[in-house]
Nanobody, 124 residues
């Protein structure tokens, strides 16, 4: 069955870095665009980053531009989110998602599979 398992979350001080990983199984990973979303307490889920099937095209939301980088390793069926210069407002549960299409998307409704999420907490 399809599985997306996030890891790498945790508690970090402002200005620090974390690298999230999402290991995929149960589908042809290299044929799927992937995305990262996050949800803070009391807020709606929001788009963070997306990457095309090949990794050639990536997009990030404005609030993380220059700080977060999305990448993937199709040989390892894994997508990553490198997060630098973290801020307290980045605190959220981070989810990876898989979209049955080659092109990336910022829209959560266009993703078919979701992971369980990993908590990221940034202290000030």
């Amino acid at each position: 069955q399809v599985q997306l398992v996030e890891s790498g979350g945790g508690l970090v001080q402002a200005g620090g870095s974390l690298r999230l990983s999402c290991a995929a199984s149960g589908f042809t990973f290299s044929s799927y665009a992937m995305g990262w979303f996050r949800q803070a307490p009391g807020k709606e889920r929001e788009f963070v980053a997306t990457i095309s099937w090949s990794g050639h095209y990536t997009y990030t939301t404005d609030s993380v531009k220059g700080r977060f980088t999305c990448s993937r390793d199709n040989a390892k069926n894994t997508v990553y989110l490198q997060m630098n210069s973290l801020k307290p407002e980045d605190t959220a549960v981070y989810y990876c998602a898989a979209r049955d299409a080659l092109s990336p998307s910022r829209i959560g409704g266009e993703y078919h599979y979701w992971g369980q999420g990993t908590q990221v907490t940034v202290s000030s």
